[in-house]
C-alpha cells in the first residue's frame, strides 16, 4: 500500500485532510512502483502518481470549469477585478512531464505513455531544464495530425509538436504565474498557446468575444482565462468545436454519443443567445448541429453495412522500438487495434491504425440484422 509518508505529505496540502488515500492503484512502471489516485478525492487530482523510488509525487492536472456566457462569467468567476490572461485552448492530448529518475509523460489517469515520453524527450530540451528545476512538472498538450490519441489538424503542423500551457511544483500542483511561465517556456524554447491579451477581467469580454469569433472561423477550440498567478482558470469554447465533439461522438453513437449530445448542445444554445443570432444565424446553427450528429453516424451505419472497420482513425511516426511499446500500451487498455497501414520511411515506422468501436460495430450489425430496440 502507499507508504504513509507520501500520504501525510499529500495531506498536508489539501483543504481537507482525510482517510481518501486508499484509493491509490499500485502499478509496476520500467521497475518502479507508481501509486496512482485513480478519481479526484478531496482536492487532490485524479492521476496524481507517487513514484516512491524516486521520492517524487506528481500531481495531476486540475480540472477546468467552463462558463457558459462570457457576460457576466468572466467577471463573476475572477471577482476580485484582477487581472486575467486569456490564452488559445488547443485541442490535443494533455500530458505532464516530470522527472521521476528519467523524464515520462504521464496522462491525465496517471499512465506513462510511452510514444509521448519517446516524443517529448526527443524534441523538448528535458535534460536542461530539470537539472534547473527537478521538482516541476511541464503540463503540456500534444497536438497535430499524429498522434495515438486526437487527430485535429493545426495549420503547419506535419507530425505532432507539444504546446506547453503550464508549469507546476510537482508536489503541491501550484502553477508558475503566467507571466513568469510563459518567459520560462522562452527561455527554453517550449512552444506555447497564443496570448491573446491580458485585461481586468471585465474588460476581457469583448476581446474574448472577438477571439472565439476569430477561432471559430478557423475551425479552433476556444481560450483559457487564467488569473496572473496561475491558479484560477476557465474554458470557453467555440461553436466549431461543440459540432466538432458531436461529429467524433456520433461516428461512434453506441460509445460515446449520449454522453456528449446533451453538453454540447446546451453549450451552443447558451452561446446562440448571448450572441443574439438573428433568425438566418439560428438556422445555419441549428443545420449545422443537426448534421453533426446525423451525417457521422449515418456513415457509420453504412460503412457497418458493408463491412468496414468503425472507430478512430490514427497516424504514429516513431523509431520502431516506440512504436511497438505504443501498441503493448494499447492493448494493456483493452482496446482493440487494427493496422491498416504499416512501413518503414526514411528510419522511422509510421503506422495507421484504427481503434476499434466495438459497442457501435455490434450494436449497428445487430439493428441491421433486423435486432429491436
Ligand atoms: P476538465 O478540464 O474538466 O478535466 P476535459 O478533460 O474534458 O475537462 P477539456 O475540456 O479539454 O478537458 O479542457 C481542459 C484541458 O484543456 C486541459 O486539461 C488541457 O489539456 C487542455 N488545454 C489546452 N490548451 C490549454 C491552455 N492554454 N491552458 C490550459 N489547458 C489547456
Known sequence: MVPEEYLERLEATTAEPDDLFEHFEQRSVAG?????????????????VIVEDA?????????????????????????GGETVAIEEKLDGFNVRIADVGDPLAFTRSGYVCPYTTAQARDSLPLEEFFAAHPRKTICAELIGPETPYTTHDYEGI????FRVFDVRDCESGVPLPVADRRELCEEYGFGQPRLFGRAVASDTIATVRDTIDDLDAVGREGVVLKSADGVQMVKYTTKTQHHGELAYAFSMPFDY???????????????AV????????????????????????????????????????????????????????????????????DQCE?????????????????RIRYYLDGGTR
Open 257 to 271: 454519443g449520449r454522453d456528449f449530445v446533451f453538453s454540447r448542445v446546451v453549450r451552443d444554445a447558451f452561446q
Open 32 to 48: 518502479q512502483t507508481h501509486y496512482v489516485l485513480t478519481a479526484a478525492r478531496h482536492g487532490v487530482e485524479r492521476g496524481t
Open 55 to 79: 521520492d517524487v509525487v506528481v500531481r495531476g492536472y486540475p480540472s477546468i470549469p467552463r462558463i457558459l456566457v462570457l457576460d457576466p462569467g468572466i467577471p463573476s468567476f475572477f471577482e
Open 158 to 161: 506535419d507530425t505532432h509538436e
Open 274 to 341: 448571448e450572441l443574439d443570432e438573428s433568425e438566418e444565424q439560428l438556422e445555419e446553427r441549428a443545420r449545422d448541429l443537426g448534421e453533426s450528429i446525423l451525417r457521422p453516424m449515418i456513415s457509420t451505419i453504412q460503412d457497418v453495412a458493408a463491412g468496414e472497420t468503425v472507430g478512430e482513425r490514427h497516424r504514429v511516426r516513431g523509431d520502431p522500438e516506440t512504436i511497438d511499446a505504443l501498441f503493448d500500451h494499447l492493448h494493456e487498455h483493452s482496446l482493440t487495434i487494427e493496422r491498416e497501414f
Open 346 to 362: 526514411n528510419g522511422e515506422r509510421v503506422v495507421e491504425f484504427v481503434k476499434v468501436a466495438d459497442s457501435s460495430r455490434d
